[in-house]
Nanobody, 129 residues
Framework: QVQLQESGPGLVKPSQTLSLTCTVSGGPIARNGYYWIWIRQPPGKGLEWIGYSPYSGSTYYSPSFKTRTSISRDTSKNQFTLQLSSVTPEDTGVYYC?????????????????????WGQGTQVTVSS
């Protein structure tokens, strides 16, 4: 059973860079056929995907975040990370890391709650001075 756990600061100041880490257990992040995703949910709003990295290690970003997002991975630690720069209070929300098989990836991007996959419990991030 794959398990994911997000970690990082709960409070970030405006204009700073938010850094979150997802630690994976129960399977390697280089596992063939699996995608590793960062998703967030602002207060009172729906889930929105930020970016993802397939098992190959390449990266893809949502157009909404592309200019200020970076996703990387450390296979030796079985972790993947999110960096979101120039944050504003609108970046406040719960941030999730998740994993799905490539066959469920389109569902994950369009209807995250309907995709069969693995999710972390989420971590609250507040952007405030």
């Amino acid at each position: 059973q794959v398990q994911l756990q997000e970690s990082g600061p709960g409070l970030v100041k405006p204009s700073q860079t938010l850094s979150l880490t997802c630690t994976v257990s129960g399977g390697p992040i280089a596992r063939n056929g699996y995608y590793w995703i960062w998703i967030r949910q602002p207060p009172g709003k729906g889930l929105e995907w930020i970016g993802y990295s397939p098992y190959s290690g390449s990266t893809y970003y949502s157009p909404s975040f592309k200019t200020r997002t970076s996703i990387s991975r450390d296979t030796s630690k079985n972790q993947f990370t999110l960096q979101l720069s120039s944050v504003t209070p609108e970046d406040t929300g719960v941030y999730y890391c998740a994993s799905v098989h490539h066959s469920s990836m389109s569902t994950m991007l369009s209807h995250p709650t309907k995709a069969a996959g693995y999710w972390g419990q989420g971590t609250q991030v507040t952007v405030s001075s």
